[in-house]
């Protein structure tokens, strides 16, 4: 399995480092925020990618649907995309807000029921609900015996660690040290939430993202930390 990181910034973050998403094996998004087009053109020269799952309906995990809709049409080609009733939802006013509803037949929607899990592009993907401001969903993404979890925007969430033990572990971190409080209280998770999880889930490693203004600071882990860069690319079978 290869996790490609397209962009590793929360709503309010530098425009260097691009909204969170995630590409696994260059064919599955994981949200697909403003820019989603131009990050997949920066990191993997293609306009679009197939499938499609998206966490919530917040704008830098889904404004971007639109323009890869476009492209799609442009190719004669239909998105495949998984995601929870509320962002169904959520996709059809933004479309029709943008006055781009006929390209709601190039989307092929599939919802998701936390718990349940589906296969998408040879992967075993199982949606958990997260603890955030809307409805969200966490991800734990499996291909044979290597499994990744992606926390997306969630405050702490002790569901993680009973499902993704020997995992790698993605999680946001969108506070330091400290904010916990403020950022437990909005949906969100601080660097001390992060490293909380991997060590309680014995994750193979911890990737922290979703940055918000202020840098990152991680604190001392029983986990390897992982940093992400635009475009870097994550092999988890590298930290079994």
């Not at 973050?13 to 925020?33: F, K, M, N, P, R």
Request: aromatic share 6%; glycine share 10%.
């Amino acid at each position: 399995m290869r996790i490609r990181v397209l962009g590793y910034g929360g709503w309010l973050s530098s425009h260097w480092i691009g909204y969170t998403s995630l590409a696994i094996d260059d064919e599955v998004l994981i949200d697909v925020g403003e820019c989603a087009h131009r990050q997949l053109m920066e990191c993997l020269g293609k306009p679009y990618l197939r499938h499609v799952v998206i966490t919530h309906r917040h704008g830098d995990h889904l404004l971007g649907l639109p323009t890869l809709a476009l492209w799609a049409k442009a190719f004669g080609d239909t998105i495949n995309v998984y995601a929870i009733e509320d962002v169904a939802e959520a996709v059809a006013l933004l479309f029709k807000a943008v006055g781009q509803e006929r390209l709601l037949g190039h989307l092929d929607m599939h919802l998701l029921e936390p718990g349940k899990s589906f296969e998408v592009a040879g992967l075993e993907v199982l949606p958990l609900e997260a603890r955030h401001t809307v409805p969200a969903v966490s991800l734990r993404i499996r291909r044979g015996g290597i499994c990744v979890v992606v926390s997306g925007d969630t405050a702490p969430n002790p569901g993680l660690a009973k499902v993704g033990r020997g995992c790698l572990l993605i999680h946001e971190t969108s506070g330091n040290p400290g904010q916990e409080e403020a950022a437990n209280r909005h949906g969100h998770s601080t660097t001390v939430d992060a490293v909380r999880a991997a060590e309680e889930m014995g994750a193979t490693a911890l990737v922290p993202l979703h940055y918000y203004v202020h840098q990152p600071v991680v604190p001392p882990a029983a986990v390897r930390i992982v940093i992400p860069t635009k475009c870097g690319v994550i092999e988890p079978e590298k930290f079994v």
